[in-house]
């Protein structure tokens, strides 16, 4: 679905959860994920998975914290953000802006917002829908972040 855009790319794989798209990113040529787990277990699994991978740690890093807290110590900026939130928690504005106002996403940065497909969502501040798909009871909504006014 984004084609080349993982070649090279910084990715950060937010609610990781299993790590599936942070280690999908890697399989296809992102230089570099960062899983943010809030589940201590989950997270030490994702790390054992990318040992059993043979990926160097510096290429799959795994932060454990809640995803409102990992946005205030994660440094650089990502290429591609994949923000998988439990369904009923609904958009995170918080994250989403703190990503922007921070400098780890910017106008060249995708964002991808998975969400239920009963749900419309719709762009957090400082951010324009690029495109929206369904697959049935999921659905992603591509963001790309505006420029910031200085």
Do not use: C, K
């Amino acid at each position: 679905m984004l084609g080349s855009r993982t070649i090279g790319a910084r990715v950060l794989d937010l609610y990781a959860g299993t790590g599936a798209i942070g280690f999908e990113a890697l399989s296809r040529g992102a230089n570099e994920a960062v899983f943010v787990e809030s589940q201590p277990r989950v997270a030490q699994r994702i790390t054992a998975l990318a040992d059993e991978l043979g990926i160097e740690r510096w290429r799959a890093r795994v932060v454990t914290a809640r995803a409102e807290r990992a946005v205030e110590r994660l440094e650089g900026r990502f290429d591609v953000v994949f923000a998988d939130p439990p369904y009923a928690q609904g958009v995170p504005p918080r994250v989403f802006s703190r990503l922007h106002e921070r400098g780890l996403v910017d106008e060249r940065s995708l964002v991808v917002y998975e969400h239920s497909s009963r749900t419309q969502a719709g762009a957090p501040t400082g951010y324009a829908i690029e495109r929206r798909e369904a697959y049935g009871e999921v659905a992603l909504t591509f963001l790309r972040p505006e420029p910031l006014v200085s």
